[in-house]
């Protein structure tokens, strides 16, 4: 009996880590190009627009190039599992970033900017079916990982996220995550094109991000390194 309990336990972690998979490459190829635009909404209505350029290669590195606003442009990010950085023309060299710092301000912080697969950082903890979602419960792989713990509600049909309520180890809410839009993109990618996010710590203010185009590409492994990182601009090419 005790072997059979093992054995069902494995069965159900394998089942949910296909799930998780299959999330992650609904959002996103395992590499490839996009751009987004992230806007932040203060509780007096101002706005403040960013459109970035990002580069993602495998299940822990991503590229990300600030095109607009004036005054951000030129400035990149770097990403490598749990370590970033930010690299600003006029300083010369990468400053170490943490995930729960924001390059934009606003709600978003770095990791949701920069998200890497979920399967990397989480387990799935507890799945249930409900009528129209699944619901699962994530916990982080290991402590370094920006949210301890998420609610995600999944789309059956679609496969992708409905909506993610983000809390720390003391089961703190930090935001909830609203998936909304579906779109198709080509190249056998719908998903949501548009994330809005609210946080209970940041009464009034709001962040929305809107992915405009997302397309397989491989790029090099030398693109992801801190040398590189200054000209993230030749990705584009």
């Known amino acids: 009996m005790k072997y059979l309990i093992i ?7 394998v089942f949910s880590s ?7 490459r609904n959002l996103t190829p395992v590499s490839a190009q996009m751009y987004k635009k992230l806007i932040n909404i203060e509780p007096d209505g101002a706005k403040k627009e960013f459109i970035l350029f990002q580069a993602k ?11 607009s606003p004036d005054s951000e442009k030129g400035r990149s990010t770097l990403r490598l599992g749990d370590n970033m950085w930010l690299y ?21 912080n770095n990791a949701d900017i920069m998200r890497l697969d979920f ?6 903890e507890k799945q249930e079916e409900k009528k129209e979602y699944l619901l699962l419960t994530l916990k982080a792989k290991n402590d370094t990982v920006s ?11 679609s496969m992708t996220p409905l909506q993610i309520e983000c809390y720390t180890s003391t089961k703190l809410l930090i935001k909830t995550l609203y998936y909304k839009k579906l779109k198709d993109f080509g190249d056998n990618i719908v998903r949501p094109s548009v994330i809005e996010t609210e946080s209970p710590m940041y009464k009034g203010y709001k962040s929305i991000m809107i992915y405009g185009k997302i397309l397989p590409k ?7 390194t801190l040398d590189n990182l200054s000209k993230a601009s030749n990705l584009r090419r």
């Open 7 to 13: 054995l069902l336990a494995s069965v159900i972690s």
């Open 57 to 67: 290669k495998d299940k822990e590195k991503m590229v990300s190039l600030f095109l």
């Open 119 to 124: 399967s990397t950082e989480y387990n799935v």
């Open 18 to 24: 296909d799930i998780l998979e299959k999330i992650d």
């Open 88 to 108: 600003i023309p006029n300083v010369g060299r990468p400053i170490r970033i943490t995930s729960m710092q924001s390059v934009v301000g606003g709600v978003f």
């Open 147 to 157: 949210y301890d713990k998420l609610i995600m509600q999944v789309d059956k049909k």
């Open 218 to 224: 491989k790029f090099p492994d030398e693109a992801f």
